[in-house]
């Protein structure tokens, strides 16, 4: 330890020992001069390991001042030096050899301090005349430079990391290029080698360049234009770098030659005495083939964008335009440069420009925006209207990023839109003026022929001449002709119109087809066909139908059929499939052995106006009106129509007609049909009739010939009102066509009064009513009648707008007090007349109407056999059982004249 050196120095000089000899002073005083001036600490020691000198330095370095000024004990100094190294076995005492053991060698050391200070003790010998006389020993402070040696190894850590583990090809290189150093990525990219394989080899070499094959890089002509080596050179020559320079070069791969697309970067590294270059080489093959085909894509889509016939815009977030397409252009008038960042509203037409911020504001909140249509006024002035689709695009956070809006031109489909509402509008002008015309024909036609044909049906009550029969036969023949072609182009305007509704009602369709065939017997037998009809057992009685359409139908099919077959049979088939406890499918079929139908002419047998082509309308008539109606009133009611036929075979409807409701109190309605009308009306019942036409009037009154009710008669609107106020009527008949009041009027100042409003009402018109007026009937009126009617419907109609009543009850009030047992002379008459004028033709329709007459005249009567005789015939007539009819028939004068002698 240095424990006696320091004790040495606190006894003697704190700077000198003295010596004998003045030599000895001088040279010590040039040593502690110099040693002063030394930046280093310095301590000196004899021979003999006792401290000679040390200097400033050294008590600055180690802090011993403080000590020294004390005169601290060397015991003292030691332990204070000590507990300042962390290596604590090193001092800065001498060493505790003896001078013959110094080493003769210099010795450097280092000191490790806890303050963080590393010092560098370096020891030499003292030798005169080859004997060591002591040692020195320097300290110096080399915790600077330790930290910056640390500092840069540290540094050249990072660089040689970053130049290893940089994914390109990094390589230092001489100006000959030849590779002094090259990281990990290049060599393993380059597949030539270790790292001391590289060096020394040229850079073509290593990179497979197809110019150093078969010759070294840069041998060749075309290595003037490599990449590479250009880059190289021109940093050679500037001594500047140079930064991602693109490039290619042609490199061996297998046995084929490929192109490689790079990014070269230089940098001159200026090193003692030469320079050397570092390259970086990027491959960007990927990369460039990736962009390229993102160009090419971006171009294709850039040219759909521009030339795509839909114009296109995109707004950012101030309604302002980000970008357009030359269909847009085109659209407005408006370039790229004249649009491009002003407000989309800038071509709102002046109509609309405050709408802009509007629609802008909501479309931006919404989100979308569809076929919105919108008046733009291009640049020229013109006025287009243009309909806009569009949605928002947003960024993650929900806010607004752009839109995306394509416009189409509705201009011209405006204006055609325009042109067809207006075409609309007069076709439907057109349509109610045709409505009109056809209301007002059939009102004009239907009202005269009200009177004719109901003259004539009360007439044949009462005529018996069979001539004079015949000619009101004709006249009836002949009207219903008429009617049936105004009811056609009625019904057919009304279907086409989608304004024909069904009306069902319980239907027995035994009785109803055979009324339907009784109708063309006459006809067919004057024709020489016979006509046959079959209805299958399993068809139910009583079906839910609309009783006049099914009948219009059939009426039409069957007279087609009479009309064009000349010999053979007509055959109606009436059966049934699906049968349930609620419905049925009923099958109609209508086969004749007519002239058939050619194939060509099938397809469009059901259209309107058609008639088949061999067809003579001179011979066969027709309006060509009847297929089509009756086609269209099927599908009305849900069926379908087939139809099969050969030319001079004959032809086949067949009818399917689904989910057919089947009525189960059928034997009550039946029982109700069956039913005398008149007797269904009470004996004394007013009823007011309100008709401007007189012979309506009278027709009307004669209607209720039978039924023995008080009738009023009123011309006009204001005179039944008049009526009214004298005699209260228990139904009211009021036609809807009248001058001044009309029958809608009437019925409101009617109803409008509470003590009339609780008579029924009964609308009688020849018109087709009005959409006002369909809305206003169920209000007002009870039921509609319209011109001409038959007697029967007429009568039925009243009967159900009336009290129910006892038919047996009122059947004696109206015939008095006659017998229970014999027949009165005013019904023995009038049947007997009705008896004679069916000798010649007996229609089916016209021998039921005589059951039912001999069955209302007797019913009073209490007489068995009459009871057997009615039963008998009525069973006859409904079995088809022709030849018993016939008998009994001709067996009813006998009954009458028993019945009169009875009463005698």
Known sequence: MIESDLKTISEESVHSISSPGDSTRGLEKILQTSLEANNEGVLLLNTDGEIIHYNSQLIKMWNLEPLVKKDASAAELSDFTKSQLINSSLTIKGYSEKPERFSKNQKTDTLYLKDGRTIERTSLPVIEKEHTIGRVFSYRDITPERQTRQELEEKSNILDTIFDQTPIIMMLVDEKARIEKMNKPGAELSHFGSDSDLVGKLVGDILHCVNAYPNACGTTPNCRHCAIRQTLNRTIQSGTGEYKVEGTMQIKHGNANITRHVLISSATIQTSGERKYLLSIDDITERYLAEKSLIESENRFRNLFEYTPIAYQSLDKNGCILDINHEWSKLTGYSRENIIGQPFGKIFSNETKELFPVVFEKFANEGYINDLELALERKDGQLITALVTGRVQYDKEGNYLRSHCILLNFTERKQIQKELIQAKEKAEEATRIKSAFLANMSHEIRTPMNAILGYAEILNQ?????????????????????????????????????????????????????????????????????????????????????????????????????????????????????????????????????????????????????????????????????????????????????????????????????????????????????????????????????????????????????????????????????????????????????????????????KNNPQWQDIPLIAYTASELTAEEKEQYPNLFKALLRKPIERKKFLQTVANCLPPVNEKNNLRLQHGNESASAISEENEHELLQKWNSMQRIRPRKMMKEFIEEI??????????ELKSYLQELEHAFHTFNIEKEETLFHAFPEIIARLKTEKL
């Open 855 to 864: 069955t209302a005249r007797t019913e009073i009567m209490h007489d068995p």
């Open 462 to 750: 009462s005529v018996t001449n069979p001539t004079h029969r015949d000619y009101l036969s004709s006249m009836q023949s002949s009207g219903k002709v008429l009617m049936n072609l105004i009811n056609d182009v009625l019904d057919f305007s009304k279907i086409d119109a989608g304004k024909l509704d069904l009306k069902e009602s319980p239907v027995d369709i035994r009785l109803l087809m055979k009324e339907i065939v009784d109708t063309f017997r006459l006809k067919a037998s004057q024709k020489g066909v016979r006509l046959l009809i079959e209805i299958s057992e399993s068809t139910p009685r009583v079906l839910q139908l609309d009783e006049l359409r099914l009948r219009q139908i059939m009426l039409n099919l069957i007279s087609n059929a009479l009309k064009f077959t000349d010999k053979g049979h007509i055959r109606i088939d009436v059966s049934t499939t699906n049968l349930g406890d609620t419905s049925s499918t009923i099958l109609l079929r209508v086969e004749d052995t007519g002239i058939g139908i050619a194939d060509k002419e099938q397809k469009k047998i059901f259209e309107a106006f058609e008639q088949i082509d061999n067809q003579d309308s001179k011979i066969y008539g027709g309006t060509g009106l009847g297929l089509a109606i009756t086609h269209r009133l099927i599908k009305l009611m849900g069926g379908e129509i087939r139809l099969e036929s050969k030319v001079n075979k004959g032809s086949t409807f067949s009818i399917t007609l689904a989910d057919i409701t089947v009525v189960k109190d059928a034997d009550e309605i039946v029982g109700q049909k069956k039913s005398n009308i008149d007797n269904r009306i009470q004996v004394g019942t007013s009823i007011l009739i309100v008709d401007d036409n007189r012979a309506n009037r009278k027709v009307t009154r004669e209607f209720f010939g039978g039924s023995r009710v008080k009738i009023s008669e009123a011309e006009n609107g204001a005179h039944a009102l008049e009526i009214m106020r004298q005699m209260e009527p228990q139904l009211i008949i009021i036609d809807l066509r009248m001058p001044g009041m009309s029958g809608f009027e009437t019925a409101r100042s009617i």
